[in-house]
């Protein structure tokens, strides 16, 4: 197994003859892991996709189960957070049909009650104010989050993230 230590070149040339260093070669590995694309990842680290296709299957270093783990730890954190964040989606949606009934009488309740019970009205002001800022973050940011999450997991477990049946591409298409 030959030692590659970050950024010295590595003997390895690409097919314009530039000898490839190996951060270059570790960005391939981990962009390609992640789902990007051989495409995406030429065009940005200026190589041609032969170079990337041949780097992204080298497994040169002995980090390729590292790399599996963490992305399934990464894909299931993101299914964690998913799972968190749907339930508080639902918990703003219940907040929501709470409160276009009768939150502000929950809220003068639990002020009256704190009142009674010799509360101190600084913190009774600070317990409505709180429970007043339970619904503001909007169920749209929520759905955003969920949204994204899902995207990144599905990109690294290389799933498409875009429904892609039954869509010609341009460059499809035969002259």
Known sequence: MKQLAKGKPTGYRTSRGRQLDNLTIERIKAMYATGVSKQAIADELNLSWATVDKYSKLDEDGFEELRAKRQKEFVDACWRNITEAIELGNQKVALAKMASKDFKEMVDKTAQ??????????????????????????????????????????????????ITENITRWSDLDD
């Open 113 to 162: 009650t704190l009142k009674d019970q010799g509360a101190d009205p600084q913190v009774i002001a600070e317990v409505v104010k709180a429970m007043s800022k339970m619904g503001d973050i909007p169920l749209a940011h929520i759905s955003t989050y969920i949204g994204t999450l899902y995207d990144k997991q599905a990109l690294a477990q290389g799933d498409p993230t875009e």
